[in-house]
């Protein structure tokens, strides 16, 4: 039986290369960085709102779509000068009658991207999640992050579907959204692969 905690805990990737901790105001302006990256939204990020056109636009959104959510921020501790802010990820909707949880908020620093880093942090979050009793994990994904949805079938993850005319866009347009889910019963078997995977990048750096 699922019971969600009301406050987020800190944890620790399998190589501790990675912490995740409680996303706070201190996070903001490090993750508005990440997000004035215009390959982040050329997939689809946003969930159908428009680009913020400015500095105080975005930082409007971000307070906006991660207030009141069970967000984490992803820092990498691999630097000397301290650790780095990569990024966040999250839950966006728990229901626990159903042992249901929707992952989502995701958003990864471009500088990590390809190096295994984002199937890192999910194992340890999903190793989180399930030993609090979920047993089913959803992600909605914008059918245009192809990155995204790869990524997710590597780790495991099954596509249900794609739920068509799910919402509108700001410009008035309606967007489709790809459904993928894990499930309790398929995590043993999919953990080991992403740990397995992961066993030779103990020796990597951050490429920035």
Not at 56 to 80: C, D, K, M, Q, V
Not at 107 to 128: L, Q, R, S, Y
Not at 161 to 178: E, L, M
Not at 203 to 208: A, D, F, K
């Amino acid at each position: 039986m699922l019971r969600f905690p009301e406050i987020l805990p800190a944890l620790k990737t399998s190589t501790g290369r990675f912490t995740l901790t409680p996303f706070s105001t201190l996070d903001v302006e490090p993750l508005a960085r990440i997000l004035g990256n215009d390959d982040i939204w050329a997939q689809g990020f946003g969930d159908g709102e428009s680009r913020p056109a400015n500095p105080a636009e975005l930082n409007s959104y971000i307070h906006r779509r991660f207030a009141g959510l069970p967000i984490f921020a992803i820092y990498y501790t691999g630097l000397p000068g301290g650790p780095l802010f990569a990024g966040t990820t999250g839950v966006t909707e728990v229901t626990e009658q159903y042992d249901r949880v929707k992952v989502g908020r995701t958003v990864i620093n471009p500088a990590f991207w390809g190096t295994g880093a984002n199937h890192e942090v999910k194992t340890a979050v999903f190793d989180w999640l399930f030993a609090m009793g979920a047993g089913r994990l959803e992600c909605d994904v914008d059918p245009r992050n192809e990155r995204s949805i790869r990524s997710l079938i590597r780790f495991g993850f099954t596509v249900e579907g794609t739920r068509r005319r799910s919402s509108p866009r700001a410009n008035g347009t309606w967007r489709d959204i790809v459904v993928l889910s894990l499930l309790v019963e398929e995590w043993p078997e999919t953990r080991q692969r992403a740990v397995h995977a992961l066993d030779g990048r103990t020796g990597w750096q951050v490429p920035v």
